[in-house]
């Protein structure tokens, strides 16, 4: 019987007899998305060779091997649009960067591939719709190649207030990659987790409050998340009118960037254009010490601080700061709810799909009947959800523009003014805890100011800054609406300076860390 070669940039699991497996990413799959872009337009590879290669690698580390299951579903299609694009790039025909470029998508976005989208639901298990997304009809413009589907918190974890970041009833759990008993954060576990292992070039995830940014921030890798608007909302799985957004996840900023020149519909374009190493020059930086963390992630921002401070930036401390309103974190917890169940039910009402559900109703009686959707933790947010009234309630239109405001106006926007400063930067998050279905996520005492950005809809990016005992950390930097590209051009000079991202080890648990061995074992 006749063996295939090894496609050109696959990597290998190596065993020996004294050594655990090594999944560490090996030769092309292991470069950057424009390093990779850069091997396709000189004709070093081939986008069928770069395909097969991330092909070979789900299977030996997403499906066997650690079994990280973050990759949910595979395009048949994927190896049929690498060829197209060799073709285009052999004709001198490449469409851009992107060309013969394989991404994944969360599984919340629809493609019209053969895919189902699912938000990770059974509810949704042949909800194959056959349209794109815009941003997907952007990146295919440009001839990237739909690999697949990103596993996530099933519906985008909007369904429990007990939920476990990184579950669906239909992928299972993701886990991360750095060290495999830890939570690999959400909605977008799956697109953080698969690019931070080398599962493609570039993911996009989607965020309404922190689905972005914490599983960017805690895989070490980057995650943009765009001022709400820059890229179109149409098509993927909702949950918030006025908070959702899509945005890049990848290994570089410079990576976002080409991501966001082929995904933004606003018309907006430039974003690789506008990145500059030394744009920090004579930059005011708002630095929000009073979201700065624990002494371990204080130690990680302040070595950012100093490659800012050293790149010409002057630094602000911002020692303090309380949402304006009585009721800030509860309001803006119902405008999620009450948004959530008009647009679900808008989505599932007009789904082209072969769904049995068309009401977020209907949904909840549909998981009530179905054991494994149950199986982990109960549907309290999607209760609570569905008891709220219609988008014309003046007490939903009273609290949406209320916590906009203290965001926005009164927080961003405030603080920038107030100090005089041109971005704001903090920790991204907090270290990540251990995955625990028993008691749901049970996260530290957060770090960060994320949700600000969030709430208002403003720009967002996180940059990697090193480890703690081999478990990342990310740096933040956020900014008022519209200032997208000086966001990432900001995160591009930062990276640059520090390049700070760390490869994924693969650990079990903490007691494999090189630095915790022997404190973790007992003394003499």
């Given at each position: 019987m006749a063996c295939s070669p090894t496609p050109p940039g696959a990597s290998q699991t190596v065993t020996t007899d004294s050594a655990a497996p090594d999944y560490r990413a090996t030769d092309l799959v292991a470069r950057t998305l424009p390093d990779l872009s850069d091997a396709l337009l000189s004709g070093e590879t081939s986008s069928q060779a770069l395909t097969q290669a991330y092909l070979d690698r789900i299977e030996a580390v997403d499906r066997t091997g650690p079994r990280l299951q973050s990759?949910?579903?595979?395009?048949?299609?994927?190896?049929?649009?690498?060829?197209?694009?060799?073709?285009?790039?052999?004709?001198?025909?490449?469409?851009g960067p992107l060309d013969?470029?394989?991404?994944?998508?969360?599984?919340?976005?629809?493609?019209?591939?053969?895919?189902?989208?699912?938000?990770?639901?059974?509810?949704l298990a042949d909800n194959v719709t056959g349209r794109d997304s815009p941003l997907v009809a952007g990146l295919r413009a440009q001839g990237a190649v739909i690999l697949g589907k990103t596993n996530l918190s099933q519906w985008a974890n909007f369904r429990s207030e007990n939920s476990v970041s990184g579950w669906s009833a239909l992928g299972g759990q993701v886990r991360n990659p750095h060290m495999l008993d830890r939570s690999p954060c959400g909605s977008s576990s799956g697109s953080g987790a698969a690019i931070a292992a080398s599962l493609a070039a570039g993911?996009?995830?989607?965020?309404?409050?922190g689905s972005i940014i914490c599983p960017a921030q805690v895989n070490g890798i980057v995650g943009f998340k765009p001022t709400v608007g820059v890229?179109?909302?149409?098509?993927?799985?909702?949950?918030?009118?006025?908070?959702?957004?899509?945005?890049?996840?990848?290994?570089?900023?410079?990576g976002a960037a080409l991501m966001m020149d082929a995904m933004a519909t606003d018309g907006s374009a430039g974003y690789t254009a506008a990145l500059d190493a030394d744009c920090l020059q004579g930059v005011r930086v708002g630095v929000l010490r009073f979201a700065q963390g624990n002494e371990d992630i204080q130690s990680r921002f302040n070595a950012g601080l100093d490659a800012m401070e050293a790149a010409g930036a002057e630094l602000v401390a911002i020692e303090d700061f309380t949402p304006e309103g009585d009721n800030f974190w509860g309001d803006s917890y119902a405008v999620l709810q009450w948004e959530f169940k008009a647009t679900l039910d808008d989505y599932l009402a007009n789904s082209p799909g072969d769904i049995p559900v068309r009401s977020l109703e209907a949904l909840i009686a549909f998981n009530q009947a179905e054991p494994r959707e149950m199986a982990v933790f109960d549907q309290s947010i999607m209760d609570m959800s569905?008891?709220?009234?219609?988008?014309?309630?003046?007490?939903?239109?009273?609290?949406?523009?209320t916590v906009r405001r203290a965001a926005g106006e009164r927080g961003i926007d405030a603080l920038m003014a107030d100090y005089d400063v041109d971005i704001l930067v903090s920790p991204s998050g907090p270290l990540s805890s251990r995955v625990d279905p028993i008691n749901g996520d049970t996260w530290p005492d957060w770090a960060g100011a994320g949700y600000l950005a969030a709430i208002a809809g403003y720009p967002h990016v996180t940059v990697p800054m090193g480890t703690v005992h081999a478990?990342?950390?990310?740096f933040s930097i956020m900014g008022t609406a519209g200032q997208d590209k000086q966001v990432l051009s900001y995160a591009y000079a930062l990276e640059q300076a520090t390049q700070a991202r760390a490869?994924?080890?693969?650990?079990?648990d903490a007691y494999a860390a090189e630095d915790l061995k022997a404190a973790l074992e007992p003394g003499r």
């Open positions: 990759v949910l579903a595979l395009n048949p299609d994927a190896l049929a649009q690498a060829q197209a694009a060799d073709a285009r790039h052999a004709s001198g025909a490449a469409r013969g470029v394989p991404v994944l998508l969360k599984d919340n976005i629809e493609t019209r591939d053969p895919v189902a989208t699912t938000a990770g639901s059974y509810a993911a996009v995830g989607t965020e309404t409050n890229i179109a909302q149409e098509y993927i799985v909702p949950i918030s009118s006025s908070q959702d957004t899509a945005g890049p996840m990848t290994k570089t900023v410079r569905q008891a709220r009234s219609g988008l014309d309630d003046p007490d939903y239109l009273a609290a949406r523009d478990v990342p950390l990310g490869e994924p080890g693969y650990l079990p």
